[in-house]
């Protein structure tokens, strides 16, 4: 049976340990004595399941608002070294705004 990331978050460590225990991998190698924290990401890459967790954002391109934010970033690191403070504040607020819009569209 498949498992995803998700589904294995939400186990305890005893049930992740015993997962483990029938896994030959030497991602788990002494997965008895690893707490949840070191175990779960070495499981997820012995049963080569992605960590990544996608999140579903309906209504508007996040692609693009993230492209946006990346040359915002460039942005303000040449208005950081010039030490223009009006610039920056603006691409800081511009920043803020488009990361807003991706949390308000995630569901």
Known sequence: MPHTYQELRHKTVAELREMAKGLQHEAIQGCSQMNKERLLPALCRALKIDMTEHHIVRGIDKAAIKAKIRQLK?????????????????????????????RAHMS
């Open 74 to 102: 460039s942005e303000r690191d040449r208005a950081l070294n010039t030490q223009d403070r009006p610039s920056l504040k603006n691409i800081r607020r511009q920043m803020h705004a488009l990361k807003h819009q991706i």
